[in-house]
């Protein structure tokens, strides 16, 4: 019912920015909270972020302070702005969409974060 497609990963020096995107189709957005997951090498995927079909942002203690989470309903995407990366931060994020908190029925296919000098 929904597809998700991410986009703006790349290369990032350690404390710089970058901005990832999710763009929604195929269903009605709105109904949706939507997260940012991430697996870093050799681990298990993790929640980064997400953000309820109210716009309440929730955070993993990784993310705090430094990322931040937003959607545009207009426009059927999800933002994860980065500040401060660390090279821990590198792995390949996944945007997910769902009806329950923290979503995780409808995925992206990822898009490479690296953080490195």
């Known amino acids: 019912q929904v597809q998700l497609v991410e986009s703006g990963g790349g290369l990032v020096q350690p404390g710089g920015s970058l901005r990832l995107s999710c763009a929604a189709s195929?269903?009605?957005?709105?109904?949706?909270?939507v997260g940012w997951y991430r697996q870093r090498p050799g681990e298990e995927r993790e929640l980064v972020a997400y953000?309820?079909?109210?716009?309440?942002?929730n955070y993993a203690d990784a993310a705090k302070g430094r990322f931040t989470i937003s959607r545009d309903n207009a426009k059927n995407t999800v933002y994860l702005q980065m500040d401060r990366a660390k090279p821990e931060d590198t792995a390949v994020y996944y945007c997910?969409?769902?009806?329950?908190?923290?979503?995780?029925?409808?995925w992206g296919q990822g898009t490479r974060v690296i953080v490195t000098v």
């Open positions: 997910a969409a769902g009806r329950l908190m923290p979503p995780q029925t409808y």
């Open positions: 195929g269903s009605i957005f709105t109904f949706y909270g």
């Open positions: 953000v309820t079909n109210g716009g309440i942002p």
